[in-house]
């Protein structure tokens, strides 16, 4: 019997919807929210009202680009942490309620776990054991991955979240919101190596990044001081050399549990596994260290529903079900 799967993605901003058949993704649609660009951040109050008016026609939209309908739906997923507690309560509660409808089966997903096994979605995908190099906004991991459903995070950020030195330093150059993917786009204009910034010492396979964007704050106001214009006038090589040393940053720990572990199949997943020279480097490490690398498709980078449902059908076949009674909580570990 064929096994049919609707996921909902809420954790944040984005509204995600997508239809999985057999361990296929056969749609995958997503609804943002232009709201928050004036705040220069997601608004938590207004994303979950955004939730409510735009999950429906979402799903209306993945059901019917799939051409599956609900009734031949074998369960429902949605992610059940971590995220905004009010974005997330908005996909759990349609999840249950559609699954109760129906009577078919509810699973609950942990959105980072589904971050890693968006490099499942296509082929080539990765080999047991794997590492994965998970960044986004608001998480920045080592993950040990020995199957599908048995993850161990072996490495994660002390404070900020690799995105969020990326967002916090783009507004510090006055970018607007979210001024990652704008850092990313002047640094391919720009030198790397034109300003120098420090290299945290962190023992083991741990991260920090706040101290960098301290770093990144100082040596602005120290500029603009004897210049007025220097932000404007070196734009592509500040946002080159911010990259770069988050890159290397993140790479440098990728190599250390290589070694320690091993491993020589190693991925990256996450919002940030979107940015160009983050996959680059990934690309010339894997090259020079002989690792089998992994990369998802930019779509599957960002938050999306078709991590979930990917995430939610090797959780269908261990049984691995949700009550009614599930409860979608802002952070949870694997």
Not at 80 to 88: A, T
Request: glycine share 8%; with cysteine.
């Amino acid at each position: 019997m064929s096994v049919k799967i609707l996921a909902i993605e809420s954790s944040c901003d984005d509204t995600g919807a997508a239809v999985l058949a057999d361990g296929k993704i056969l749609s995958n649609k997503i609804a943002n929210q232009s709201v928050h660009e004036q705040y220069g951040g997601v608004i938590p109050e207004l994303a979950s009202r955004a939730h409510q008016e735009n999950i429906v026609p979402v799903v209306d939209m993945a059901l019917k680009a799939a051409g599956v309908k609900k009734e031949d739906l074998s369960a429902i997923a949605f992610t059940q942490s971590p995220g905004l507690i009010g974005s997330l309560l908005v996909g759990s509660c349609f999840a249950k309620s559609m699954a109760l409808a129906l009577d078919i089966p509810l699973i609950g997903v942990h959105h980072m776990q589904a971050h890693v096994l968006a490099n499942f979605i296509e082929d080539p995908k990765p080999a047991f054991p794997f590492l994965c190099l998970t960044v986004s906004g608001g998480h920045t991991q080592i993950v040990l991955c020995e199957s599908p459903l048995n993850m161990r995070i072996i490495g994660e950020t002390l404070d900020d979240a690799a995105g969020e030195a990326f967002d916090k330093s783009a507004k510090l150059l006055g970018l607007p919101y979210p001024g990652g993917p704008l850092i990313d786009k002047y640094a391919r204009e720009g030198n790397p190596s034109r300003f120098k910034f420090p290299e945290p010492r962190i023992p083991g396979l741990d991260f920090s990044f706040s101290g960098l964007k301290t770093a990144i704050l100082y040596f602005l106001q120290e500029n603009v001081q004897q210049d007025a214009a220097f932000k404007e006038t070196h734009l592509a090589d500040i946002c080159a050399s911010i990259q770069d040393r988050i890159v290397s940053i993140l790479m440098n720990k990728l190599v250390k549990a290589a070694e320690e572990t091993g491993i020589r199949e190693v991925a990256i997943a996450g919002g940030v596994s979107a940015n160009s020279g983050l996959r680059k480097a990934l690309e010339t490490y894997s090259a020079r260290y002989q690792w089998n690398y992994y990369i998802p498709k930019f779509e599957y980078c960002t938050d999306n529903a078709a991590m979930i449902a990917m995430t939610a059908y090797y959780k269908y076949l261990a049984g691995d079900f949700a009550g009614l009674d599930a409860v979608p909580t802002a952070r949870a570990a694997f």
